[in-house]
């Protein structure tokens, strides 16, 4: 099992940027893709980006050009840079992995609010 811990939500002021934070623990040769999604009130559960064990990307085309996604495979860290951030960012972001086995598992979430 692996668990999963976000953080570095919080309010920031539209255009500004945040970095969140998927500390990784358990078995983590388990997982083989990390993704962060988000879940805005009265909406679904959205990809926002993923990375693979071998690095390859994908965003989503809201995101795409303003986010990032990387991963510190020595710290079992993932890491959201999130730059020129918008009020339709608002939402809370999970990260969730993927097992080599089929199945995932989620984080708890952080809230990140955009507004001025």
């Known amino acids: 099992q692996v668990q999963l811990v976000e953080s570095g939500g919080g309010l920031v002021q539209p255009g500004g940027s945040l970095r969140l934070s998927c500390a990784v623990s358990?078995?983590?040769?388990?997982?083989?893709?990390m993704e962060w999604y988000r879940q805005a009130p009265g909406k679904e559960r959205d990809l926002v980006a993923r990375?693979?064990?071998?690095?390859?990307?994908y965003y989503a085309d809201s995101v795409k050009g303003r986010f990032s996604t990387s991963r510190d495979n020595a710290k079992n860290m993932l890491f959201l840079q999130m730059n020129s951030l918008k009020p339709e960012d608002t939402a809370v972001y999970y990260c969730?992995?993927?097992?080599?086995?089929?199945?995932?598992?989620w984080g708890q979430g952080t809230q990140v609010t955009v507004s001025s």
């Open positions: 358990g078995n983590i040769f388990s997982i083989r893709t």
């Open positions: 969730r992995g993927i097992y080599i086995s089929g199945g995932y598992t």
């Open positions: 990375i693979t064990s071998s690095g390859s990307t």
